[in-house]
């Protein structure tokens, strides 16, 4: 579905590639996002806005390089192509090496720290194949969407209440066991976890490398590698400015839950949403979330970064079988992340970044799932 | 153009409603108990959530 999809946003982009046309609505939104970011701070606090900020870099990296994890693991099972990963490699290893000595100095800021559980290998299992059927995961359903990408415009209200199910659920699949997290920051020190977390994706960067194809790799230039820095500098800023990482689900979730509570379902019993915490959340303004705010800083970002480029709003045709398998995969991409404590995002590439052993272990397990998930893809008839 | 900038147009158009409404229903917020701008050296806001954090963690 990919390379349908990108030959059709490519067609459909074409009447946006004369200057004047994308000009304007770039220079607009830009100007929006300055607005919303005197707002925001404005009505809740600097915090806020800065972290709307940092959404929005999130937002125009992901969308000007196409930084995809999805597509990133998929050109590696099909075509062995390695420069994905090693994007997200380097993203990551960037944020490691700022957050670790801020983790290890700053006992104030907390890490992507998961429970080791059960309903993480389910749920991470779940995930990489659902990705793959949605061709999007936490940060590329939210970009795509943001850049008004039909597909993923009808998975982001699968995913927000599969969030919202997810986390209502989540104590009982708790229950079927679970060890608390663990940290090697606290464990080890902050020398030892990079050395040990550098080392590890230096062997998994190298066998890629050993094994990768010599046909041309889907990213051309050094725009992603760019985009992979950058996107570790702002998830270490956001560290530094939230006091916890980067992450998309929790927000997605709330969102969920305060529309299920607009429409008068009580939910204020429920063993998660019922917490005084939660409750509180639900009981304030999204714009006071911090995952929220940098959520919707993300999906702007990623619409003015494609319209500078002239690439949003892409021309979708696509089965209405494969719309339906993209929807019913967005539903169990929100609930199964918070079986897992995170996505691509929170879990992968936050959690490991600042030392918790949950995201490797979510990345062991979703990766397994993405091989299932793209033999799926074949079998709805979706192309690479 | 204008029928592919539609999807898009009305995706934002729900985004800003949906936060109106929510500003307008939810607790008021008291700019007085606003957390400083960096967590750094204050920590995270006490009602923080993230994924990755257990239903009992806060």
């Known amino acids: ?384 | 153009m204008r029928r592919r900038w539609t999807g898009v147009l009305v995706f934002w158009a729900a985004v800003l409603a949906l936060l109106w409404a929510d500003w307008h229903g939810s607790t008021p917020h008291d700019r007085f108990a606003e957390p400083p701008p960096l967590a750094l050296g204050h920590g995270p806001a006490a009602d923080a959530g993230h994924c990755s954090l257990a239903p009992s963690s806060r």
Not at chain 1, 252 to 274: C, E, R, S, T
Request: aromatic share 10%; proline share 4%.
């Open chain 1, 1 to 384: 579905m990919a390379g349908a999809l990108t030959s059709s946003a490519a067609r459909g982009a074409a009447p946006f590639l004369a200057a004047p046309r994308r000009g304007v609505p770039c220079a607009a939104l830009s100007t929006g996002a300055v607005l919303a970011f005197a707002a925001i701070t404005w009505l809740v606090g600097w915090r806020q806005g800065l972290l709307w900020l940092i959404g929005l870099g999130y937002g125009v990296l992901l969308s000007a390089a196409a930084f995809g994890f999805t597509t990133g693991w998929r050109v590696w099972i099909t075509r062995r192509d390695p420069k994905g990963l090693w994007a997200q490699f380097v993203g990551i290893a960037v944020a490691m090496l700022l957050s670790v000595p801020l983790l290890a100095a700053h006992p104030e800021l907390d890490g992507a720290d998961g429970p080791l559980s059960i309903s993480l290998l389910i749920g991470a299992f779940v995930f990489g194949a659902a990705m793959q059927v949605a061709d999007g995961c936490g940060s590329g359903t939210l970009y795509k969407a943001g850049l008004g990408h039909p597909v993923s415009l009808a998975v982001l209200p699968a995913f927000v209440f599969g969030s919202f199910l997810g986390a209502a659920q989540l104590p009982a699949w708790l229950s079927l066991g679970s060890l608390p997290p663990v940290n090697l920051v606290q464990r080890l020190g902050a020398g030892c976890t990079l050395l040990l977390q550098l080392a590890a994706l230096a062997v998994l960067a190298a066998l890629l490398w050993r094994w990768r194809s010599t046909a041309p790799s889907r990213w051309n230039g050094a725009t992603v590698w760019w985009a992979a820095i950058g996107l570790g500098l702002l998830a270490a800023a956001n560290l530094a400015v939230a006091g916890q990482p980067w992450g998309i689900v929790y927000g997605l979730g709330l969102w969920g839950g305060k529309i299920v509570q607009a429409l008068g379902i009580d939910i204020q019993h429920n063993a998660f949403w019922g917490q005084p915490v939660q409750q509180a959340q639900l009981h304030a303004s999204v714009l006071a979330d911090n995952t929220s705010v940098t959520d919707l800083g993300l999906l702007f970002g990623a619409l003015i970064a494609a319209s500078a480029k002239g690439k949003a709003c892409p021309a979708v045709r696509l089965p209405l079988r494969q719309w339906l398998a993209a929807v019913a995969a967005g539903l169990l991409l929100g609930y199964s992340s918070r079986l897992a404590f995170g996505c691509n995002v929170g879990a992968y590439f936050s959690g490991i970044a600042t030392g918790s052993v949950h995201g490797w272990v979510w990345f062991g397990c979703a990766f397994a799932g993405s091989l299932l998930g793209v033999r799926l893809r074949h079998r709805l008839g979706m192309a690479d």
